[in-house]
């Protein structure tokens, strides 16, 4: 008879705990001094395509309107004697100006997503930063008005993929939350996210999205693991420090007890994250803290996708010799050669000075340049060569850490999509990530040629027929810099060419870039620069 009724008080204790609690006791995970361990992400039961999109930084405008002017950041038509009467901006965007992107984009960049890929896709990473700028001062920005925009987002994400077993897996963005950079009252702010995002975290991993915005899911080839860069960012001044105890620290905590986690399941781990990892952007403690992490857990680590630059491009670390990137980075800001800060996006002179730093990123690798080479086109896009890298850089490729950074919806440039391909094979011990396409749309082009119909996106180039990559491992992006730098000024020229949508000449005659807002000189003048649009 005992049995029985312990059984019973079980089967009713299990039955209140799923109606309260959205589960059963075991997925809750356990707490301890060092932060929440919750058990391992819900797996999502999928077939394998092999596909997956990365989609990042569309900031919606509500308030963008058609032949508007420049001026007044697209929210208001010119007056008939306004000099700026002749710089009216498009339906679906104003590439190369200061103005955020119309809801229209974002719809129709949705929808040729949906015509040409919903049935291929197994998984989407969504970057953030879905909310616009305050541009505008005469139209600043309010809290609702950033929450809002998210539920936009997310009712659009629902709409194309919601009837599919595709598993969506977003992360916040910078200007995600109010105010920007700092998510000052941050358990209604993550209460609001598990909401609206409720369908794509695991319950599992509730408890730790609360707690930080951050979580952990598994589709049917990788575990994702979707950060909270606020709490690594020098203007998030609420965080001092990413080794005294808070909640930076806790987030790093949280982040290698995944990895480890992810060790010992044999799941390979794809990382994703808007404001990717740099001397610049990082809080000094929380860059070395990071790279750390990423270089002990290489053998886990597939790769990491980030946003927030709007440039197509990746990084590369050397995580056991990183005093040579903090000094380098100093020194240039400085003399105010890093053009990448916390002012928002202008289209100044200063486009070449990034493109001057990532070559000296680089550079800092221990290769040695070569400005005289120059090869054809030919030549450039045939397969790397496959020799063994000298032993010189076997300390490097120890502790190498690689992050892809996606361009942007946003036409700071042109919108950008890109679509991942890996190896699905279940035969496969391990998920090889083989390369990928960048999409791009020339709206300006597109709304003269093509005026009414749906915006199609066409593509821009591919890792294996550009860049001769066989896999996107960081051994081969090393391989590919190295190849750049010292050999192959054809290849650099198109990287870079790609780096910008192909708004931009060899020269780089045109922005000073960035995704933030702080304005600090107080000038809100468009300055219209050069440039190749």
């Known amino acids: 008879m005992l049995p029985r009724v312990l059984l019973l008080c079980v089967a009713i204790f299990t039955t209140w705990w799923c109606l309260f609690h959205g589960g059963i006791p075991d997925d809750a995970g356990s707490c301890g001094p060092d932060g929440c361990i919750p058990s391992s992400p819900n797996r999502t039961p999928t077939r394998r395509h092999g596909y997956f999109l990365h989609i990042t930084d569309t900031h919606m405008d509500e308030n963008y309107v058609a032949s508007a002017s420049v001026g007044s950041a697209c929210h208001r038509k010119p007056r008939p004697d306004d000099k700026e009467r002749m710089k009216r901006v498009g339906y679906l965007g104003a590439p190369g100006k200061r103005c955020d992107a119309p809801v229209e984009l974002t719809k129709q960049t949705l ?20 909310s616009r700028h305050d541009w505008d001062r005469k ?14 987002a997310a009712d659009m994400m629902m709409d194309v993929f919601g009837d599919t077993d595709i598993t969506i897996i977003p992360c916040l963005g910078n200007n995600d939350v109010y105010p ?10 993550y209460h609001f996210y598990q909401q609206i995002w409720g369908k794509w975290i695991p319950p599992s991993q509730r408890q730790a999205f609360q ?3 951050y ?3 598994d589709t049917a080839s990788y575990r994702v693991l979707s950060l909270n860069s606020m709490y690594f960012l020098k203007r998030n001044k609420r965080v001092k420090n990413c080794r005294k105890s808070g909640p930076a620290r806790d987030h790093l905590i949280w982040l290698e ?16 994250g808007h404001v990717p990892p740099s001397p610049r952007d990082y809080r000094k403690t929380c860059f070395r803290e990071y790279l750390r992490i990423s270089s002990e857990y290489k053998d886990v680590i597939t790769s990491q996708h980030y946003g927030h630059l709007n440039m197509d491009h990746f990084l590369l670390y050397d995580a056991d010799h990183l005093d040579v990137i903090q000094e380098y980075d100093i020194q240039q800001q400085n003399q105010q050669h890093m053009i990448v800060n916390d002012s928002p996006i202008r289209i100044t002179r200063n486009i070449e000075r990034y ?6 990123l680089y550079l800092s690798m221990g290769f040695e340049e070569n400005p005289s080479s120059s090869l054809n086109y030919q030549a450039m896009a045939a397969p790397l060569k496959d020799n063994n890298l000298d032993d010189d850089y076997d300390d490097v490729l120890d502790s190498l850490v690689a992050v892809q950074v996606s361009p942007s919806v946003l036409p700071v440039y042109y919108p950008s999509i890109r679509v991942y391909r890996y190896n699905a094979s279940t035969s496969a011990p391990m998920p090889t990530l083989l390369g990928y396409t960048q999409y791009y749309a020339n709206i300006t082009r597109w709304e003269l040629e093509h005026p009414g119909e749906p915006l199609a996106y066409a593509v821009e180039y591919t890792t294996e027929s550009d860049y001769g990559l066989k896999d996107l491992s960081p051994r081969s992006l090393f391989k590919l810099a190295k190849h750049m730098i010292e050999e192959d000024d054809a290849m650099w020229n198109q990287y870079t060419r790609n780096m910008f949508v192909r708004t931009q000449n060899e ?5 000073d870039e960035d995704d933030d807002d702080d304005d600090e000189d107080g000038d809100d003048d468009d300055d219209d620069g050069e440039d190749s649009f």
């Open 507 to 511: 020269t780089f005659p045109g922005y």
């Open 139 to 152: 139209d600043l920005r309010n809290r609702n008005q950033v929450l809002q925009l998210n539920k936009i």
């Open 215 to 217: 979580f952990a899911i």
């Open 355 to 360: 493109v001057d730093w990532l070559r000296d």
């Open 257 to 272: 007890q995944e990895l480890q986690r992810a060790r010992d399941d044999k799941t390979q781990v794809v990382i994703i």
């Open 180 to 189: 920007h950079n700092r998510p000052v009252d941050h358990d209604s702010i």
């Open 111 to 130: 929808q040729w997503i949906a015509r040409e890929w919903k049935d291929k896709l197994d998984f989407v990473i969504w970057t953030g930063d879905n």
């Open 211 to 213: 707690k930080g915005g």
